[in-house]
Every structure is written in C-alpha cells, then in structure tokens.
C-alpha cells in the first residue's frame, strides 16, 4: 500500500492518478471515510485493517488535519484524533508514504 | 527564475525569502540590476498598517526598492537583471477575490480560468522578464477546519496557484519555524 498525505488542496489525487492510476486502486479523502465510520459507529482502525486485507495494490490518500485548535466540538475533536491515530497505523504498514505540498510529492518513508 | 517561498504563520518564511532575493541578486554580480519588493498587502486597519510597518522595518537595510501592487500584478515591470520578491501571494488572491477591482469574481468553474488570467500568466510572464522572481506564499491547509464555501474557495485556489507556481519554479522551499526545508531545487540553491 502507498500512503499519499499532505494538507488541503495540495495537488494529492492529480500526484497520485498520475503515478499511481495505472496500478493501484486509488482510495481518495480517506479522512471523510474515517468520518463517516464513526458517524455509523464503526471502529475506524478496525475498518483500515479489513481495507488492507481487501486489497493489494492500494493507493490511500489522507488530508492531515491534525494542525489546527483542538476543535470544541466532541465528535470533531475525537474525529481529529482518529485520523491521526488511523494515519498513524496506515503509515506502519505502507511500503511508502509520499508527502506532498504544493503539488510536490516527497518520501517520508522509507 | 522562478522561486517559491511557503510557511505557516510566523514560520520565517519572509526572511527567508528576502534573504534569498537578496543573495540571488549578489550572485548576479556587477551586471546585477535592482531589488524590489512587491507588496501586495491592502491595508485594511490600523493592525494592517502595522504589519506593513513590520516588514519595512526587517527589510529596511537590504536594498528593495517597495512596488505597491495590490491586484491586477501584469502592471509590474521588470528589466532582465532585476530582482524581485512578490509578498504575497495570499493576500493578492485575496485582494482579487475580495476588493472592487479585483479580478477573481467568479466562485464556480470560471474562477480557475480567472485565476490563471489574473495573476498566473502575469506572474509568470514577470518571472520570464526579471533576472529573478521570489514569489511567497502561505501554508493554511493543515488545520482539519472545514469552513464556509466562501473560504474553502479561497483555500482551493491558493493551493491551485500554489501547485502551479511551484510546478513553474525552479526552487521551492518551505519554512518551518525558521528551517529552511527545500522540496525542489535543492542544488540551485546551494551556497546561497
């Protein structure tokens, strides 16, 4: 699995399809997907695992999102948290994880 | 050339990028021409005035010369041995979205097209003109905040000038809390 992050409107799905399109399935704002299973009371790390079962040739993009205040919201604050701790694992198992800024992938692993 | 200069908020990325227009015109040597800075900052209110009194002051000793240019940036002219720093680019979109004569006035599919009108060919066509062109930028994409439609267009069209404008330069740079991190052209900027 190929692990694509980076802030906002970076560039990350255009660096990613033309990289990637051509062999890997490319699984995009992966931090909504995260939303939404906790939305529906699922276990977001649990739900990452299974995906990586499920497929081989993965390209996963994520948002990092964890830079701003904690948000006073519960549900947001714990939703931020989830996509750190979810990102975290997904960065453990990729065999590499491309950071990209202002349309500019970088390896940060390996 | 083509330079990109981004940061957060108080990363450093102004000095940065100043000392750098500074160094690239130093490298030009004796045929080098002027340094200008262009400010793209519409003073709003008193906080505004004294973020502009700020930055003249931490610049005041190397050189520039200060073009005021708050929109509409294909009214800068360059020779071809001048150098000059463009800070910023958030606040020229801003100003291009958001004061009357701006030219960015568009919130659907036209404002992409706007954006590469207005301010993408100029610049670039600016960049083809100067010695050298150092272009700053700000990071404001990491906070995990959705905001409202307004600002999310604002966001989604600095990271489209911000993709461009680093696919065109030869140099990008990111300051973070003041360490340069280079993400392309680490060697032209070797010794500078």
Do not use: W
């Not at chain 1, 990289?19 to 739900?47: A, V, W």
């Amino acid at each position: 699995m190929i692990f694509i992050i980076g802030g906002a409107y970076q560039g990350k799905t255009s660096f990613a399809e033309k990289n990637f399109s051509d062999t890997h399935k490319i699984i995009n704002h992966y931090q909504e997907e995260i939303r939404l299973q906790m939305k529906e009371g699922k276990e977001p790390l649990e739900e990452a695992k299974r995906l990586l079962l499920s497929e081989d040739k993965l390209v996963i993009i994520c948002d990092e999102v964890g830079s701003g205040l904690v948000p006073v919201d519960a549900f947001e604050r714990a939703y931020r948290e989830q996509v750190g701790r979810v990102g975290g694992y997904l960065v453990g198992q990729a065999e590499q994880v491309i950071r990209v800024i202002c349309g500019i992938g970088k390896n940060i692993k390996p | 050339m083509l330079y990109l200069v981004t940061g957060g908020s108080g990363s450093g990325k102004s000095e940065y990028a100043e000392n750098l227009a500074v160094r690239l015109r130093e490298r030009l040597g004796s045929e080098a021409g002027r340094l200008y800075y262009v400010a793209t900052m519409y003073s709003y209110d008193k906080e505004c005035d004294e973020r502009i009194a700020r930055h003249r002051l931490m610049r005041r000793d190397k050189g520039f010369s200060t073009i005021e240019c708050y929109c509409d940036i294909s009214r800068v002219r360059a020779g071809r041995k001048d150098v000059l720093l463009l800070e910023c680019m958030s606040n020229l979109l801003a100003n291009e979205m958001y004061l009357p004569e701006g030219g960015i006035k568009d919130r659907g599919d036209k404002a992409e097209e706007q954006l590469e009108e207005i301010v993408m060919k100029p610049l670039l066509e600016l960049a083809k003109q100067a010695g050298e062109l150092v272009v700053v930028t700000n990071e404001v994409f990491s906070d995990g905040v959705r905001y409202d439609p307004e600002s999310e267009k604002y966001r989604a069209l600095l990271g489209k000038v911000n993709a461009m404008l680093a696919a065109q330069a030869a140099a990008v740079t990111e300051a973070v809390f003041t360490i340069p991190v280079v993400h392309k052209g680490e060697e032209l900027l070797c010794g500078l």
